[in-house]
């Protein structure tokens, strides 16, 4: 009997379609890798299995990052297994090959990046003369409950409705690969000419993501605070007292970004008026207004990002796998990857049986208050059409992030907020707008010939509408205004004048930078223009937090508290491109139209071979202008050093590749001191270089890269050389200065005695330089991989704590830890993990929460 094969994304998935389909296709069979009943056969990936590749004579091996071998335009790809995936990929293509497997049913995850892992599974099962040519059809899920599966199985596309998303897909990740891969290796090439390796990573979306956040940080470098004034003025009435602050009537707008219609630049001035005010009658004009409020959009995944990030300091990674894990483990939310704020208009009957559940479930702990909402919002029939809600014109593939039908039941905290912020927003669209009555008022006081004016401005609400879900209710009489009668004079009572200063752009935060990325650099605030640029965004909602956490990794910017900021090596690549004049990869805007035309791809309105000659033109310019490049330096905005030379105490100056003495004036030839920005491939931060100049050592510090890319840690200390009769930098790594960082030479650990056996070879395990190292992982045959460093993230290892970890599997709790991200200390215990292979953090469980004692309720005054 012929059957289906169900290739889900995760295991987990499998089972939730087992789960669902039991009931009306019969009990399925487990079997190792699969299940299997008389119509189906349901296996899984896990994520991707299959990555592309060039093929074997277009292969670029890191040892030959040069230009001779550039650019590599292969005219196709070849697959290869991913090296932890190759049991599972085996077993899904042997369930692809079988002979009653009729039909493909594609149930990876509803969007781009599924569509790659599916395709890519049945190419590789195929072969270029014989591929798999069997019917596929694609399983398209919004929500995991049991229903939406069997009803998803009801409307199984066509492959033909697919197939743009399936070119758009590959024609992503090539582009991706093309750019990367050639645009890395031109960079690493040009910026390790003088030797060394400094891997300089650039992407098709990383890279303009990057230009946006150090574009940000050299104006808030650049930025001159400037003074300025501003004065408030408290006015006396019958019914009380009112501020007002000073402004011009005659003010307008102009290209200084700093000007304000109620500051004033001199200070003469400030005073002169408040004098002149100070103690004098005023005239008041008032004007009130009813204004109304409506409830912001349903989430898209970046809106979700950004609020999650604003409130709670989640980052982009961490919401995203929390919302994974509501809509696949918990199945509480719809399909979260999505870039759609609306809804389909055949919706609205799934809506009112949604807010059905969340007004009659027993909702868990804080989420219990919600259903009161919801009970009002069903009494009242808010849910009804609304072209703002539901629109097939604002749906793409998927549409906004709801609650589903079924009621959560064990949600740890994190999840629980979350769930609470779609929650409240899934009920505040469906209710009223908040209405206000705004108010402003105009207090003009006369001296002399002049006039001045204080504005003061009130809001007060009178029905909270959607406000209402949020926990805000008509305010107290006291946020009223305190009334003037008409014709009535006040008096100018205090007028305090503040001196204050302008303010550099603040830096981005995830929140900030998710909508940068969103409309391509251009920071929009009006959510309908922002909507109008988002489909020429950086990235997808679905990459955009990947892209952040790679920008991370690779030391291109760093967390403080919610601040990103950029590092020396971001600067750095910021100032090659430029001078480079690779444009493609600087402007975000730019980039941005590249996934525009990918989403036109996706409605099959351009040709996959006119994008991908587009990338690979743009992948033979940038290999070009940096192979054709050939001056000295780099013109860029460089440095000054505030510490003078350590040889004659001239000015030391930056330029692209070096910190260089240019004597005592500061543009003569100066004394010949010069070290490098980028020593073992890790740049130089201004403070870094200052400290190193200063006191002639620094450290120890991470991130360095040996000159075949392994990664290792060290000090630095500047040491007088009599030969050049100059300072120069060195590398202090102990005793084994020099030896064994993967060049081959023979190494001689016959002195030492033997810490323990590596974990993964069952060889002698070392101390070799400022690591501890497998005997097998140095020297001229080099066959194990294992290395430790003797200090990680500025927490010293002991020779003791080794020797523990690899008899016990784990050291001591050690307490003194940086972490890199936060520059906060923490305490861990290494530990081996077996399953990636390599020493990491074991952390200790966290205390139980002891319920806080409930403190006696304070009474309150009454009222006068």
Same mark, same amino acid.
């Given at each position: 009997m012929s059957k289906a094969l169900v290739i889900a994304e995760k295991p987990s998935v499998a089972q939730d379609i087992v789960r669902a389909l039991t009931p009306t296709s019969g009990k399925f069979e487990k079997h190792e890798d699969h299940f299997e009943n008389e119509h189906y056969v349901v296996t899984s990936a896990v994520g991707?299995?299959?990555?592309? $590749?060039?093929?074997?004579?277009?292969?670029?091996?890191?040892?030959?990052?040069?230009?001779?071998?550039?650019?590599?335009?292969?005219?196709h790809f070849d697959l290869a297994p991913i090296d932890k995936a190759k049991s599972r990929l085996n077993a899904v293509v042997k369930q692809v090959k079988r002979k009653d497997v009729t039909?493909?049913?594609?149930?990876?995850?509803?969007?781009?990046?599924? *569509?790659?892992?599916?395709?890519?599974?049945?190419?590789?099962?195929?072969?270029?003369?014989?591929?798999?040519? $069997?019917?596929?059809?694609?399983?398209?899920?919004?929500?995991?409950?049991?229903?939406?599966?069997?009803?998803?199985?009801?409307?199984?596309?066509?492959?033909?409705?697919?197939?743009?998303?399936?070119?758009?897909?590959?024609?992503?990740? *090539?582009?991706?690969?093309?750019?990367?891969?050639?645009?890395?290796?031109a960079m690493t090439a040009f910026n390790s000419r003088d030797g060394g390796f400094f891997l300089t990573t650039v992407g098709r979306v990383q890279t303009p993501t990057l230009s946006i956040v150090v574009e940000r940080e050299e104006k808030i470098r650049k930025h001159v605070a400037r003074d300025y004034w501003e004065i408030k003025a408290s006015f006396d009435a019958k019914a009380g007292s009112y501020e007002g602050k000073w402004f011009d009537p005659a003010w307008k707008k102009n290209d200084d970004a700093e000007r304000r219609a109620d500051r004033l630049w001199n200070e003469a001035d400030a005073q002169a008026i408040a004098q002149a005010v100070r103690g004098q009658p005023a005239t008041v004009s008032e004007e009130s207004k009813p204004s109304t409020q409506s409830s912001p959009q349903l989430y898209d995944l970046t809106l979700l990002q950004r609020e999650a990030n604003s409130r709670f300091g989640f980052s982009a990674k961490t919401t995203l796998s929390i919302a994974q894990a509501l809509y696949e483990k918990h199945k509480v939310l719809t399909y979260p990857r999505t870039d759609s704020k609306a809804l389909p208009e055949d919706y609205v009957s799934v809506v009112k049986q949604t807010m059905e559940m969340l007004a009659t479930e027993d909702l868990p702990g804080p989420l219990k208050a919600l259903s009161a909402h919801a009970r009002k919002a069903v009494k009242e029939g808010y849910v009804k059409p609304n072209k703002r809600i539901f629109d097939n014109a604002k749906v793409s593939d998927h549409f906004a992030i709801i609650p589903t039908l079924q009621a959560p039941k064990s949600l740890t905290d994190i999840e629980a907020k979350l769930y609470d912020l779609v929650v409240k927003r899934f009920l505040a669209v469906f209710y009223p707008p908040a209405e206000f009555l705004v108010t402003t008022r105009i207090s003009t006081v006369k001296a002399g010939a002049s006039e001045h004016r204080f504005q003061t401005n009130g809001k007060v609400m009178v029905k909270p509408g959607w406000l209402a879900v949020y926990g805000r209710?008509?305010?107290?009489?006291?946020?009223?205004?305190?009334?003037?009668?008409?014709?009535?004079?006040?008096?100018?009572?205090?007028v305090d004048v503040n001196a204050l200063k302008t303010k550099p752009p603040a830096r981005?935060?995830?929140?900030?930078?998710?909508?940068?990325?969103?409309?391509?650099g251009k920071l929009i605030d009006d959510d309908e223009l922002r909507e109008a640029m988002q489909e020429k965004g950086l990235g997808t909602p679905a990459t955009r937090a990947q892209t952040i956490e790679g920008l991370i990794l690779? $030391?291109?910017?760093?967390?403080?508290?919610?601040?990103?900021i950029p590092t020396a090596k971001a600067f750095q690549l910021m100032t090659l491109l430029r001078g480079l004049q690779v444009e493609e990869?600087?402007?975000?805007?730019?980039?941005?139209?590249?996934?525009?035309?990918l989403a036109e791809m996706e409605k099959g309105k351009l040709s996959r071979d006119a994008?991908?000659?587009?990338?690979?033109?743009?992948?033979?310019?940038?290999?070009? $202008?940096?192979?054709?490049?050939?001056?000295?330096?780099?013109?860029?905005?460089?440095?000054?050093?505030?510490?003078?030379?350590?040889?004659?105490g001239g000015v030391v100056k930056e330029n692209y590749r070096r910190f260089t003495c240019a004597g005592k004036s500061g543009d003569a030839e100066g004394c010949g001191f010069s070290i490098s920005k980028i020593p073992g491939g890790r740049s130089f931060e201004l403070d870094e270089v200052e400290a190193f100049i200063a006191n002639k050592k620094i450290g120890p510090l991470e991130g360095f890269r040996s000159k075949a890319g392994w990664p290792f840690t060290a000090e630095l200390k500047l040491a007088y050389d009599d030969e050049i009769a100059n300072w120069k930098l060195e590398f202090d790594f102990g005793d084994d200065a020099r030896k064994g960082e993967g060049d081959g030479t023979p190494v001689d650990f016959s002195a030492q005695q033997s810490l323990g056996a590596c974990p993964k070879c069952k060889g002698h395990v070392y101390e070799h330089g400022s690591s501890y190292v497998c005997e097998h992982a140095v020297g001229a045959h080099v066959t194990c991989d294992f290395k430790s460093g003797k200090i990680i993230l500025q927490q010293p290892v002991a020779r003791e704590q080794m020797t523990r970890l690899l008899q016990e599997g784990k050291t001591e709790l050690l307490e003194n830890f940086v972490s890199n991200k936060t520059r906060r200390k923490f305490k861990a215990r290494l530990a081996w993990d077996a399953k990636e292979g390599k020493v990491g953090f074991e952390f200790e469980p966290r205390a139980a929460k002891v319920p806080a004692k409930k403190a006696a309720a304070k009474k309150k005054p009454a009222a006068a």
């Open positions: 991707h299995l299959v990555e592309i $590749k060039a093929p074997e004579e277009y292969d670029v091996k890191r040892g030959k990052w040069s230009f001779a071998h550039l650019p590599v335009i292969p005219p039909e493909l049913i594609n149930a990876c995850d509803a969007g781009r990046e599924g *569509e790659l892992i599916f395709r890519l599974i049945v190419q590789y099962a195929g072969t270029e003369k014989k591929p798999i040519d $069997k019917p596929v059809r694609r399983l398209w899920l919004q929500s995991m409950t049991p229903q939406a599966i069997r009803d998803g199985f009801e409307r199984l596309r066509s492959d033909a409705e697919l197939r743009g998303l399936a070119d758009a897909a590959r024609s992503r990740s *090539e582009a991706d690969w093309l750019v990367g891969i050639n645009g890395t290796r209710d008509v305010e107290d009489a006291d946020a009223t205004l305190v009334p003037v009668e008409p014709g009535e004079v006040v008096r100018t009572e205090r981005y935060t995830e929140a900030t930078l998710l909508s940068a990325m969103e409309s391509a690779e $030391k291109y910017m760093h967390r403080d508290g919610r601040e990103l990869l600087t402007q975000p805007e730019l980039t941005g139209n590249w996934e525009y035309q994008f991908m000659r587009e990338i690979a033109a743009m992948t033979q310019k940038i290999v070009a $202008k940096a192979k054709e490049y050939d001056r000295d330096t780099i013109p860029g905005d460089y440095a000054t050093l505030k510490t003078p030379c350590p040889k004659c």
